[in-house]
């Protein structure tokens, strides 16, 4: 294989790992959009706080693998509380979107600076897991075997949540009182935990991005800002509240900033928003969103 196709063959893998790392990051705020029609501004918060309880389990115990557990639940448990005892409160307020917009917004601050006061403000490193470091031989060329894994593990994630909304009794109820949670109570079902378990399994999700990316990322307190804003463009490029779209848009958009910056790494920055823009003058719901 000559050096020009193994350079095509690296970035591309790179782009596929860093688009399933932000399909991880975005499906979560994707679910909780499309099931619960609330655009969480604190979900990238969710994601660096999950790095961050990486780096503290890790520390503790020495298990890379004990954090990917522990780490996402806690962060899916403090996404149920928010969603229990703030969002409900807001949602009654009667100012609509507006005051859920404030609440995650406010939530995404204090968990900024909660950071900044518990772990400091100098980045971060997490080692990659000895099982999962090291290279892997892929048509003659060397690539890390933790980048492999990440895509795996999206992989794996995407399958799981699959299988719970579209194959078991708890996500046809789950989707049934997305659609019609009136006729859902009436039923027997309380919705309020339905949708409780909603925000618990994004934010979850969200977390479970956060461990994945911590040995490939600095981990620091804007890490969060710089990975939200990634996902929100894969979530409006795919259209919101669409799964299908928001990987198709995640795995091209990974992509583009791979190759972006290995051939016009000036403008690498500005080219995810650039095709956000474009696909928005032209299909403002997306590509594969749909007006309600």
């Given at each position: 294989?000559?050096?020009?196709?193994?350079?095509?063959l690296?970035?591309?893998i790179?782009?596929?790992a860093y688009?399933?790392?932000?399909f991880?990051?975005?499906?979560g705020?994707?679910?909780i959009?499309g099931m619960m029609?609330?655009?969480n501004?604190?979900?990238?918060?969710f994601?660096?706080?999950?790095a961050?309880l990486?780096?503290t389990v890790?520390?503790?115990?020495?298990?890379?693998?004990?954090?990917?557990?522990i780490?996402?639940?806690?962060?899916?448990?403090?996404?149920?509380?928010?969603e229990?005892?703030?969002l409900?409160?807001?949602?009654a307020?009667?100012?609509?979107h507006i005051a859920?917009l404030?609440?995650t917004?406010?939530?995404?601050?204090?968990?900024?600076?909660?950071?900044?006061?518990?772990?400091?403000?100098?980045?971060?490193?997490?080692?990659v897991?000895s099982?999962?470091?090291g290279l892997?031989n892929i048509?003659g060329?060397?690539?890390?075997?933790?980048?492999l894994?990440?895509?795996?593990?999206?992989l794996?994630?995407?399958?799981?949540l699959?299988?719970v909304?579209?194959k078991t009794?708890?996500g046809?109820?789950?989707r049934?009182?997305?659609?019609?949670?009136?006729?859902?109570?009436?039923l027997g079902v309380?919705?309020?935990?339905?949708f409780?378990?909603?925000?618990?399994l994004?934010s979850w999700?969200?977390?479970?991005?956060?461990?994945?990316?911590?040995?490939?990322?600095?981990?620091f307190?804007?890490?969060g800002d710089?990975?939200?804003?990634?996902a929100?463009?894969?979530?409006?490029v795919?259209g919101?509240?669409?799964?299908?779209?928001?990987?198709?848009a995640?795995?091209f958009?990974?992509?583009?900033?791979?190759?972006g910056?290995?051939f016009i790494p000036?403008?690498?920055p500005v080219l995810?928003f650039?095709?956000?823009?474009?696909?928005l003058?032209?299909k403002?719901?997306?590509?594969f969103?749909?007006r309600e």
């Amino acid at each position: 294989m000559s050096p020009e196709t193994q350079m095509y063959l690296a970035q591309g893998i790179h782009g596929l790992a860093y688009g399933m790392l932000l399909f991880l990051v975005a499906s979560g705020l994707t679910l909780i959009f499309g099931m619960m029609g609330i655009l969480n501004i604190a979900h990238g918060a969710f994601f660096m706080l999950s790095a961050y309880l990486c780096v503290t389990v890790l520390g503790a115990t020495g298990s890379y693998w004990l954090s990917l557990l522990i780490a996402p639940l806690g962060v899916a448990l403090l996404g149920i509380l928010v969603e229990r005892f703030m969002l409900r409160r807001a949602q009654a307020s009667g100012m609509g979107h507006i005051a859920e917009l404030l609440l995650t917004l406010g939530v995404s601050l204090v968990l900024a600076e909660a950071v900044k006061l518990t772990w400091g403000t100098e980045g971060l490193q997490v080692n990659v897991p000895s099982a999962l470091a090291g290279l892997v031989n892929i048509a003659g060329l060397e690539y890390p075997i933790y980048r492999l894994f990440i895509i795996v593990l999206s992989l794996v994630v995407l399958a799981l949540l699959s299988l719970v909304l579209f194959k078991t009794r708890l996500g046809t109820i789950v989707r049934a009182a997305v659609s019609d949670p009136g006729m859902v109570s009436a039923l027997g079902v309380n919705t309020q935990i339905v949708f409780m378990l909603v925000f618990g399994l994004g934010s979850w999700m969200a977390g479970v991005a956060g461990v994945a990316a911590a040995p490939i990322l600095t981990v620091f307190p804007g890490l969060g800002d710089q990975i939200g804003m990634d996902a929100f463009v894969v979530v409006v490029v795919g259209g919101f509240g669409s799964l299908f779209g928001a990987l198709l848009a995640a795995l091209f958009l990974g992509e583009l900033n791979a190759f972006g910056i290995q051939f016009i790494p000036k403008l690498s920055p500005v080219l995810m928003f650039s095709f956000m823009a474009l696909v928005l003058a032209f299909k403002p719901t997306g590509l594969f969103g749909e007006r309600e």
